[in-house]
């Protein structure tokens, strides 16, 4: 079965510095992995996915994630952290099929410190 | 335009009651879901269905009852409310595996 474990229930960086958030998961195929951020009492928006091809990622808003199957990690950064980066980040792994399901991890909150 | 629309946006009532959350979604795509947001913020699939049939029903009461009169809409009508069903519920399409989903805003239901 699958599954994925995000590293870090709350994250703290200020503004201008690094954001990091983790995420591992479990396969049994090939995955499609995805980053999505939820804003404070908005739905689910699509950062980034990867599926085939090239293993590092770029999404909207400045952030990238990396596949590294070794590792079987798809953690996300952004260089620089802003202001409006804080909200809930969730990594989830995509089932098979044609009604795939997404299978999301706990979430990690990001708050930027001015 | 909206891609994919829920109402209510909130929704509260009494234990006991029967009420319905809708979902419409302009995308023309094939699946439809619904997830449910625990006050921890996990979010657990409920239901898909793909041209209107049901593909995923996981565990969840059959206090719960998907809809789907056409692949634009899937509705979710919920009998005998409980406390615990309290939660913000998420509708969602997707046109194929791997290309994520659209989510819409959620319905935040109290049940009080």
């Known amino acids: 079965a699958q599954s994925v474990t995000q590293l870090g229930s709350h994250v703290s960086v200020s503004e201008g510095a690094l954001v990091l958030l983790r995420c591992n998961y479990s396969?049994?195929?090939?995955?499609?992995l995805f980053w999505y951020v939820q804003y404070p009492n908005q739905g689910l928006q699509l950062l980034l996915k990867?599926?085939?091809?090239?293993?590092l990622v770029k999404g909207i808003n400045g952030f990238e994630a990396e596949f590294k199957k070794s590792e079987t990690s798809f953690h996300l950064t952004k260089p620089s952290a802003h202001m409006s980066d804080a909200a809930e980040y969730f990594c989830?792994?995509?089932?098979?099929?044609?009604?795939?399901?997404?299978?999301f991890g706990q979430g990690t909150e990001l708050s930027v410190k001015p | 335009d909206t891609a994919v629309s829920q109402t209510p946006k909130y929704l509260v009532t009494q234990m006991g009651n029967d009420k319905s959350i809708k979902c419409e979604q302009n995308?023309?795509?094939?699946?439809m879901y619904w997830y449910k947001q625990d006050s921890k913020k996990f979010l657990k699939i409920m239901f898909s269905?793909?041209?209107?049939?049901?593909?995923i029903n996981e565990t969840v009461p059959n206090r719960f009852s998907p809809k789907s009169p056409d692949k634009a809409h899937l509705n979710l009508h919920i009998n005998s409310l409980e406390l615990g069903d309290s939660a913000v519920y998420f509708c969602?399409?997707?046109?194929?595996?791997?290309?994520?989903?659209?989510f819409g805003s959620g319905t935040r239901l109290t049940v009080v």
């Open positions: 989830a792994v995509s089932d098979s099929g044609p009604g795939g399901k997404l299978i």
């Open positions: 969602a399409s997707s046109q194929a595996e791997g290309n994520g989903y659209t």
């Open positions: 995308l023309g795509h094939d699946t």
């Open positions: 990867y599926t085939t091809g090239a293993t």
């Open positions: 269905y793909n041209n209107k049939e049901l593909i």
């Open positions: 396969s049994s195929v090939p995955p499609y």
